[in-house]
């Protein structure tokens, strides 16, 4: 059996990288110690993938800032415990002021999520805040000048209370009016996407396997529609939509935060291994992209993030929990779903052996990175156009980011010494090439 496996996986993997073609999302998660430097992540999905839209669960400012130029749509995650104080417009001022704006327009974030499956925390003082704090964030995009960013929230399939037969679908009690109804209202005024988490891999069994992988099987009965579902995510995607048309918001569009399956498992686990993992993500991609919707949404396409972008080594738990990835942290394939680019392969070309850059430290102020930009810029040895208005590297226009610009410039235009990348212990050596986009370090 196992010989057998091991001869029809590369079939399985070339028939999933040939059928799929249409650019995708992915959630960009970080739990891990081995991953390469968001510069190098968001040059390589630029560079080698069709992927045009990445995700994360923060809004760390080193990742934000690696995407900036490449065009790629951002969707960042306002923390849970932010929440009570985004409700109150001062608080989402302040919150967009240091966490979005310096970012914008040079990084393309599309979508600010508040908070991740609040629902499913329990915390009252979380989820009475939650939908205020959408309003808030949303009015002050809007007098910031970004009315194009979209807010939102992703949930949990947890939200509903009933789901067997896809028309049953509702949401749990107490919270369909007092919650739900006021965000779908918010979702339909402001034309943003109502987030959900669909997993058939949470639900599948030796029995409905089948209907899990989009294979050909008897399929599940409606008794109410007289529909009959032959895969489950078509299932699980009409049951929230039921739930939404029972409260007469079925116009919502509906966005896919996450979905995926898992490439390795404990021993024994059913169908967790690369060959499954290609098969269900391959047919997802073409199902939610194809513009077919489903029964109860025909014609539909779904914007989709899959989950996830890398195996992550530090996730507790069982061992799927650590390799939902799309890749490694070399950036080669876990397997191939498609979204390499023609000739590419993953693993982009590193930098010499020995090459570094002088980069700000984590937890430099401010003001000494700001004194250091103007040291730097003040000597005959840079040319600080660069982090000027108009320049390939003044966006993002943080004290940050052009610290860092004018760090490294000095450090090797005054030969590349150690001492030369000091500026009174404001900075360090790295590696890891800081370029962005069109940005481009010096090295």
């Known amino acids: 059996m196992a010989s057998s496996l091991f001869l029809l996986l590369p079939l399985l993997l070339s028939a999933a990288a040939t059928a799929v073609t249409a650019s995708i999302g ?3 998660g970080a739990y891990a110690d081995n991953l390469p430097p968001p510069s190098q992540v968001a040059s390589f999905l630029k560079s080698s993938t069709t992927i045009d839209r990445v995700k994360l669960f923060d809004s760390n400012p080193d990742f934000i800032r690696a995407f900036a130029g490449t065009g790629i749509s951002l969707a960042i995650t306002a923390p849970n415990g932010e929440i009570p104080s985004l409700s109150k417009p001062p608080g989402a001022a302040a919150w967009l002021a240091s966490s979005v704006l310096p970012f914008l327009p ?14 499913a925390t329990a915390d009252r003082n979380l989820i009475a805040h939650l939908v205020p704090a959408m309003r808030s964030l949303k009015s002050a995009l809007s007098s910031a000048g970004y009315p194009h960013v979209r807010v939102s929230t992703p949930h949990s399939l947890g939200i509903l209370s009933s789901s067997d037969a896809p028309s049953s679908g509702r949401f749990r009690r107490g919270y369909d009016r007092a919650i739900f109804a006021p965000m779908l209202r918010f979702h339909r005024d402001t034309n943003t996407p109502f987030v959900v988490n669909p997993y058939p891999y949470f639900s599948y069994n030796d029995r409905t396997l089948s209907y899990a992988l989009f294979r ?4 599940v009965w409606d008794p109410v529609t007289r529909i009959n579902y032959t895969n489950m995510f078509d299932a699980q995607m009409d049951a929230v939509h039921a739930a939404m048309d029972r409260l007469g918001f079925g116009d919502v569009e509906i966005l896919i935060g996450e979905t995926g399956w898992p490439s390795a498992g404990d021993p024994g686990q059913l169908a967790v291994d690369p060959a499954t993992a290609a098969e269900f993500n ?4 073409r199902k939610v992209t194809s513009g077919r919707g489903t029964p ?15 195996n ?11 390799n939902w990835g799309l890749f490694r942290p070399d950036l080669s394939p876990v397997y191939d779903v498609g979204v390499l680019r023609a000739g590419q392969t993953g693993r982009p070309t ?8 002088c980069v700000p430290k984590p937890g430099a102020s401010e003001s000494a990175l700001q004194a250091n930009i103007e040291y730097v810029c003040s000597t005959n040895m840079v040319d600080c156009k660069q982090i000027q208005n108009g320049g390939s590297c003044f966006l993002p226009n943080t004290v940050q980011n052009h610290a860092a610009y004018a760090m490294n410039a000095y450090y090797q235009a005054a030969g590349r010494n150690d001492f030369n990348c000091d500026f009174r212990q404001t900075a360090t050596l790295s ?6 986009g069109t940005c481009k370090f010096t090295s």
């Open 431 to 436: 590696t890891s090439d800081p370029s962005y």
């Open 26 to 28: 992915v959630n960009y």
């Open 282 to 285: 391959g047919k997802l991609i």
């Open 350 to 357: 590193p930098a010499p052996s020995g090459t570094k850059w």
């Open 296 to 310: 109860r949404m025909p014609g539909r396409r779904f914007e989709t993030y899959l989950f996830a972008l890398f």
């Open 312 to 322: 992550e080594n530090l996730k507790p738990g069982p061992t799927a929990e650590r």
């Open 106 to 119: 040079a990084t393309n974030i599309s979508l600010i999520l508040v908070g991740n499956e609040i629902m």
């Open 216 to 219: 050909p099987n008897a399929g």
